[in-house]
């Protein structure tokens, strides 16, 4: 069996199980100097694992370049990441892609630091797609036209996007939640790196900052053995079927979705989101 359910969601069993996911909600502890990067799968998620790893190093890319992506901020929610987070010294870099209403609940009662990316989520059905033909952990996506009703159903691993975006959405206004957008790293790249320094309570220098930018860049990660995912043994992922770090852009939804497929999208999307009380750059 590829996947598991848990509490109505998917997850893949390569990774998980439910032991871990009912640890992590109930028993897992949040530490208040923790900082998380909460995305739904294919929105950005190494790529600002990435930028914040060189925010924390001053601009120099030593680090990122010397420690596997999942070694500097590891899932959660998986067996070996897990184990990783345990084992780390506070102050800990965590990742997740777990929807809020299973998250650690221990986190309701830390300071411990949100940064949720989101990205179109025409795009990440997209490279979600792409993905699932090559990470051995997913089910085969079959065609466009079948993933497109598989997307929107839910029914793909960590579950609904429309779910986990209204889940941390209802936190937009805590003092310790931080949302950025891929489509913002990508047209503002100098100010999401001093956003995101302030955060960290570090103030980069002009050239810092050109040095956060131009190391987290598509290309430079795309080298980067540590971030670019060749170092995922084979019996995880076809690296002759695809790679990770695939295109890097936004709208190649309009190379996949025909129109009438498309407006099919937005309708649902008008539909789920129409609570959500905040714009994004793709309404
Ligand atoms: S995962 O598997 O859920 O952790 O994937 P995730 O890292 O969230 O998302 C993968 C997509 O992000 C793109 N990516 C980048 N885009 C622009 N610049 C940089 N530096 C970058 N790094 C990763 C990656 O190519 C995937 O998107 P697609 O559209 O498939 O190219």
């Known amino acids: 069996m590829l996947y598991f359910n848990y509490k109505g969601i998917l997850f893949p069993t390569i990774s998980s199980s439910v032991k871990i996911l009912n640890y992590l909600e109930n028993e897992f502890q949040i530490l208040d100097d923790d900082i998380v990067t909460v995305t739904y799968p294919k929105s950005g998620t ?7 790893g060189l925010i924390q190093h001053d601009g120099d890319p030593s680090w990122v370049r010397s420690l596997p992506v999942w070694d500097r901020s590891p899932w959660i929610e998986t067996e070996d990441g897990l ?9 800990r870099r965590l990742s997740s892609h777990l929807q809020f209403q299973i998250f650690p609940k221990s986190f309701l009662n830390s300071k411990a630091k949100i940064i949720y990316v989101m990205r179109n989520p025409k795009d990440v059905l997209v490279s979600h797609y792409h993905f699932s033909k090559s990470f051995k952990g997913f089910q085969d996506p079959g065609t466009i036209e079948e993933f497109l009703e598989t997307f929107l159903k839910g029914d793909v691993p960590f579950g609904s996007w429309f779910d986990h975006v209204r889940g941390w959405m209802e936190l937009k ?4 939640f931080f949302f950025f957008t891929y489509e913002e790293l990508l047209h503002n790249p100098r100010d999401s790196v001093k956003k ?18 131009e190391n987290a860049s598509f290309h430079k990660m795309k080298d980067n053995k540590m971030s670019n995912f060749s170092q995922v043994p084979d019996k995880y992922f076809d690296h002759n079927t695809g790679n990770f770090m695939r295109k890097g852009v936004s709208g190649d939804w309009k190379n996949h979705l025909t129109v009438a497929q498309s407006e099919y999208f937005d309708r649902v999307y008008q539909e789920k989101m129409q609570h959500v009380n ?3 750059q793709w309404d």
Request: neutral net charge.
């Open 173 to 176: 206004d805590r003092p310790n």
């Open 46 to 52: 190494n790529w600002m694992l990435e930028i914040l």
């Open 196 to 213: 995101l320094g302030q955060i960290f309570g570090k103030t980069l220098n002009s050239q810092q900052i050109d040095s956060v930018v």
């Open 83 to 91: 184990k990783k987070a345990l084992a780390d010294s506070p102050p």
């Open 278 to 280: 905040v714009t994004f």
